[in-house]
Each structure stands twice: as C-alpha cells, then as structure tokens.
C-alpha cells in the first residue's frame, strides 16, 4: 500500500511508530497531487513550501522525543472558504481572487495544533452555493469515479481529493448538504455536525444559521478522529456552544443490536434513481441483519423542507455577501470614476449567476412587504422540521436516508435548470434546518456503477451515535475500501477515469468486476447477489 492510500488514523500509526517520516508522506501526498490533480482538479492552491516546511519542523519535533499528537503528519486539504494564514483564500470566487487571510480558522489552528499538515485549498461551488463544483469561479473538479461527472459539491473538490487520495482527510463546509453530498457522490465518508459543535470563526459566511465545517475522510474511524480535534466552544464565534470535550473514537463499536432505527417515509418517495434505491434498500436490510430494529417514521414537513432552505439560505446570503464592495477584499474593478460605480462594477464582474441569483432571491424575500410571506414563513416552517425530528427521536435513536437521489451526475446536466440542480440537496437540507448532525457513508454502488451514499442522522450533539452505526455498517460492509482507478495523469488525464476497483453494485445487476469489488462481508448477501 503506497502511503497516500492510507487512511489517517493508519498514518498516524506508522508516523507515531517512527516507520514513516512526516515529511515522507507529506511528499508522497505532494507528488500524488502532482500526478493526477491535472485530470481531478480537486485544488485551487496547493500549499507545497509550506507543507515541507511544517513537516520538517514536525519531524525535528519527533526527533527530540515529543508524542506524537492526533493527527501527527496527516496531510489534510481544506475546502477554500476557511481562512488560511498566507494562504490565499478565495471560495473559488473571482471576488476574493488575491485574498490572503491574515489569520487561520479556528478549525485550522486546530488541526495544526493536533500535527495535521494542511496541504491546500480545495475547489467548491462559489461561496458554497450549488451541488456539483461547476458553479467554481475558476474550473470544475472531476469526479475521480468518472472524469466526465460531477463531485458533488458544494465541497467537491474535498471530497474528489480523498477519493482520489490527493489528501488522506480534508474539511468541507455543510450549509445545506455540502459535505455529505459530495461524499456520497465521490465514495467516501463526510460528516456535517450539530449546528454550534465545530466554530464557524473564520470561516467565509453563506448562511450563518445553516453553516457547519465537517470532516470528509476515507473511513468513519477517520471522521471521529478529525471530529474529535475541530469540535469544542471557541468564544470567538458567539454561535459555537460551550460543552465538554468528547472523545468520538471511544463509541465505536460495531454493534447496533437493539438500536432502534427510524426510515422516514418521506425520504423514499419519487425522484429517487432505482440504482440509489436498492443500495440503500440493501444496507438497510444489512443493518437489521446486524441487529437493529428498523422503524416506519414521518417527518410531515419534509415537503417543504427545500423551499424553507431556499429562502433562508439566499436571505442570509445576500445579507452576508453585501460585505463584498471591492474595498475590504480581494477584487476591485478598475478604472471606475466613482465609489458607487466602482462597487457596482466589481460585485458585477466579481460575482458569479449563481450567486447573483440568490442575492437577488435573499434581497427580494427580505425586503419590505415581502418579509412577512416569505422569510418569517420560512422562519416558521423551520421550526417544524426541527419538531419532526424531535417526534421522530423520541423513538428512534437515529434515522437513515439515501443522502442524494442520484448518483453523480453528467456535466453540464443541471447547469441550465437550477431547481433541478438545487433537488440534490432535497434529504440533506433538513438536518441543516434542524441543526442536527448527520453522516453519509458508501453503502454500495448505483447506475453506471456510481457510489451510492446513506446518511445517517442523529440527535442534537449526538454524533455518538451516529458515527457508532455508520462504524458497525463500515465494518460489516467493504464499501468504504473500493476505490477508483486513476491512471495515465500525466497525459492530461484523456485516458484516466473508470472504477475497476468497484464490484457488484446493489443496483441488481450484480456484475462484479474482476479485481475484487467491495462485497458485504457479513451474513446475508444480496449486495452482491
Ligand atoms: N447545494 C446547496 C446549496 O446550493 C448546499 C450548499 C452547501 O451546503 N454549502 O445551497
């Protein structure tokens, strides 16, 4: 196994037992990076000097006998709308290009503090707004599974840079499904906490009450181990909740005998793909192999649920994105003759259709006249989603879902119709409306053979729970470990792209392709039936 394969709880390891160097792997992940991202295009900047830099003084670190920390020498990408200390910082936006943070997140100090080496910034949807990264100021990433698809997105170049192990982990930004929608998209593990758990501090605002940072990794154990080092109060975001420290690597057990699971009815209604439909229609059926109780639900509001995001999330935009005049960040258009036209020209030339339309959609339902029926409604609905959840709770220890509808899809496909693009987001924008925390996980492959994400969805700061049942699935399952082929970079990437690494998918045609497909390893069978 070559050392960018490993997962980051397996680098750690070997870091910690002095077998590998942190500036080994750290130039390992590097030149990896080098030879496929020209064909993945998951980064906007890969910070090299900075990462051998930090790697060699980790390795002195070791040297003089220190511990090795959590995360010693994992090489870790950060999705580009977090604040990076002299590195630029741009939220794939042409409005922030030059922007260079004289500060980190506090989800970045974090990770350094707990040996993470952040490699780069990865590619995303402008200021996080859309489901595929094509929205991108500056190019679209591919879908390591299939170059002519989409990620997923709003974080898609985080997750495309796990999958195609140009990072061993990387953090997303969820405001509406944007780090388990392209998780599930790309195959991998991506986790959006309880709203307040993780500080939003320095990260770039799209809607302040639906904005949550998570990790994107390559198995759940992983997305304990960054959880457990971003979470906790920082009292420099006033929305971040004091609470006690947790060690999320300890409740991994794989046991859900007697864990009552809720199915919300809702969530398996039309517009799902058949392919999606029976991967999770066969983890389900592993889950109570393995002993839960699965569970019929309702979440009556879930109707709504897509309409609500869609008007609380541009409203907060458009009052968040007004910060952006060409004379605080990055881009001004040049040659203007006063200050009006010269804020009018940069936010026209800086800003992108999509994010123009939600400031457009945030402004009207904000304005005067408008507010009552639309916003505060909105406020309204969402208050009964969340009560949905709170019913459904308290009989269920979790819920599950297919996180997406689809599988990846096509570029170009949703591009023109932007309500069918923002139907990608219709099973994970609830969770951000609600606040609570919410994982997707591979369980299994779909049309085209395409990975196929379930999410999980947990109580109010238990993620505990939610990351116990997706550990049992994982380890009950080999979903997690198929991973794509990426061959021949160099070439530009023409020739790259397949998935021979994907076996039998749970859409039922059951061709398993030679070189071992994942397969459920426990009892039953119908994954690859
Ligand atoms: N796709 C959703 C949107 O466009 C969610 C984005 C996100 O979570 N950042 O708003």
């Known amino acids: 196994m070559r050392l960018y394969e490993l997962t980051a709880h397996e680098l750690k390891e070997k870091i910690e037992r002095r077998e590998v160097g942190v ?307 990055g881009y001004r258009a040049p040659g203007c003759p006063d200050s009006v036209t010269m804020m009018t020209q940069t936010r026209s030339e800086g800003f992108g259709a999509e994010v123009k339309r939600r400031i457009m959609l945030g402004t009207y339902t904000l304005s005067a006249g408008y507010y009552e029926a639309y916003y505060l409604k909105a406020l309204k609905v969402r208050t009964l989603i969340t009560r949905d959840f709170d019913r459904a709770f308290e009989k269920c220890d979790c819920l599950v879902s297919p996180t997406s509808p689809t599988v990846a899809f096509r570029f170009g496909e949703k591009m023109d119709d932007p309500l069918a693009m923002y139907l990608s987001d219709i099973y994970t924008v609830t969770a951000n409306l609600a606040g609570i925390p919410a994982v997707s996980i591979p369980c299994g492959f779909g049309e085209d053979g395409m990975p196929v994400g379930l999410q999980i969805l947990g109580k109010h700061y238990d993620e505990a729970t939610v990351l116990r049942v997706a550990y049992a699935f994982e380890q009950a399952t080999d979903f997690h470990k198929a991973k794509p082929v990426l061959r021949d970079a160099g070439a530009g990437g023409a020739a790259m792209g397949g998935a021979a690494a994907r076996g039998a998918a749970a859409s039922g045609d059951g061709s398993g392709e030679a070189g071992g497909g994942p397969t459920r390893k426990a009892a039953g069978g119908e994954a690859d039936a």
């Open 23 to 329: 500036e080994q792997a750290v130039r390992a992940l590097l030149d990896r990076i080098a030879e496929v991202d020209e064909a993945v295009r998951a980064y906007v900047t890969v910070a090299r000097e900075q990462a051998l830099a930090k790697a060699r003084a980790a390795d002195e670190r070791l040297a003089r006998g220190e511990p090795a920390r959590p995360l010693e020498g994992v090489p870790v990408a950060i999705k580009d709308n977090m604040c990076t200390r002299g590195v630029e910082t741009t939220c794939s936006s042409k409005i922030l290009k030059g922007f260079v943070p004289p500060y980190d997140a506090t989800v970045v100090e974090l990770l350094e503090r707990a040996g993470a080496i952040i490699v780069g910034k990865t590619n995303m949807d402008e200021f996080a707004m859309g489901s595929s990264t094509e929205n991108s100021g500056f190019f679209p990433t591919r879908n390591p599974w299939d170059l002519g698809r989409v990620p997923g997105g709003s974080s898609g170049g985080s997750a495309a840079a796990v999958a195609s192990d140009e990072a061993v982990a990387a953090l997303g930004s969820d405001t509406g499904g944007s780090v388990r929608q392209p998780a599930a998209l790309c195959g991998v593990v991506g986790l959006k906490p309880t709203y307040g758990l993780v500080s939003r501090y320095g990260l770039v605002a799209f809607a302040s009450s639906l904005d949550q940072i998570g990790p994107i990794t390559k198995d759940v154990r992983d997305g304990a181990l960054v959880l457990g080092v971003i979470a906790g109060h920082d009292p420099r975001d006033s929305t971040s909740v004091p609470r006690k420290r947790c060690d999320y690597l300890k409740g991994l057990v794989p046991d859900v005998r007697g864990m009552r699971i809720g199915v919300p009815k809702e969530y398996f209604g039309e517009g799902m793909a058949p392919g999606v439909r029976a991967a999770v229609g066969a983890a389900l059926k592993t889950l109570q192999d393995m002993g839960a109780i699965l569970a019929d639900v309702s979440l009556p509001h879930s109707e709504y649920a897509l309409a609500t995001y869609y008007i609380v999330a541009p409203a907060e935009a458009s009052s968040n994105l007004a910060r952006y005049d060409g004379v605080r960040y």
